[in-house]
């Protein structure tokens, strides 16, 4: 049987990393993340429910390095089952007029450019029987959420329009929307928050993972 491959996008931490648990062992999983020590704590959790990873430690805004690493793939494996893009710079919270301009450009760059750049780089590696999925969070035109909202949102926009474009041709595009979940960026943008009403990732990826049909 051919081995299948998912690749996820932000799989340090959070519903990425869930994501990451819950495929494996079923699929042997790229993890791609910034943070080389929470690459290592999943490969961890994967290894011990039987499963195998790939750790990816590196920056989705460099253009070189995941060109590279699509062509790694491509080489090993041929093809993406499935691509989870879950990476989110979740810019902090301030006034339109106050907006910092390297914090908007950092969200600019990963939420809109690097989801920009990696739809053409793995579009190939879907082909016409792949599975892309996008989460959304639509905070656009929130107070306070100029930064963040504008860019997940522009991020969802590009999802919907490729979406639209393959209903046809494949690969098949969803975009979910998760229940509220105790994250690191949740934290930050609502601190203090009741953390014990909110979904465990793990539970989350769960009852995600169930819509997709795979």
Known sequence: MTEKLALITG???????????ALAPEYHIVAVARTTGALEELDDNIQAKGGKATLAPMDITNIDAMAQLCR????RWGKVD??????????????????????????VSINVTATGRLI???????????????????R?????????GATKAAQIALARSWQAETVNTGPRVSILSPNGMPTGTRARFFPGEDRESLSNPR????RLLATLDL
Do not use: C, M
């Open 120 to 138: 053409p780089f793995l579009s190939p590696l879907l082909g016409d029987t792949g599975h892309a999925v996008f989460f959304e969070d639509d």
């Open 203 to 206: 539970d989350e990826a769960a």
């Open 82 to 107: 499935l691509w989870v893009h879950s990476a989110v710079h979740g810019a902090p919270l301030t006034p339109t007029n106050h907006i910092d301009q390297k914090d908007l450009d950092k969200a």
């Open 11 to 21: 799989a340090s931490r959070g519903l990425g990393a869930a994501f990451a648990e």
């Open 140 to 148: 656009a035109g929130q107070k306070f959420f100029g930064s963040y």
């Open 72 to 75: 790694s793939i491509h080489d």
